[in-house]
């Protein structure tokens, strides 16, 4: 079983940045892969940044160059920088993380006003 708990979303104005992070209750040396996901109103949840455990990321076309995922295995956390936000990026954003099952995090809210 793995827990996963996020934190760091908020309102922040179009052109800012924040930094999301996702605690996992397990070493993530463990874990395949991780993620960030986010679900806007109305539209479905969909893939974000990922990154492997070799380290090999992946970005949505339309967060490239703005965000970027990272993580610290000292702190078993995961991280999503993201920059030059849009009123578009607004959403639930949550951390997803694989090993032979998928889990999810609770969701942390990511409001972008214009």
């Known amino acids: 079983q793995v827990q996963l708990v996020e934190s760091g979303g908020g309102l922040v104005q179009a052109g800012g940045s924040l930094r999301l992070s996702c605690v996992a209750s397990?070493?993530?040396?463990?874990?395949?892969?991780m993620g960030w996901y986010r679900q806007a109103p109305g539209k479905q949840r969909e893939l974000v940044a990922g990154?492997?455990?070799?380290?090999?990321?992946n970005y949505a076309d339309s967060v490239k160059g703005r965000f970027t995922i990272s993580r610290s295995y000292g702190k078993n956390t995961v991280y999503l920088e993201m920059n030059s936000l849009k009123p578009e990026d607004t959403a639930v954003y949550y951390c997803n993380a694989e090993v032979s099952l998928v889990y999810w995090g609770q969701g942390t809210q990511v409001t972008v006003s214009s």
């Open positions: 397990v070493s993530i040396f463990r874990l395949n892969t």
């Open positions: 990154i492997t455990s070799g380290g090999t990321t």
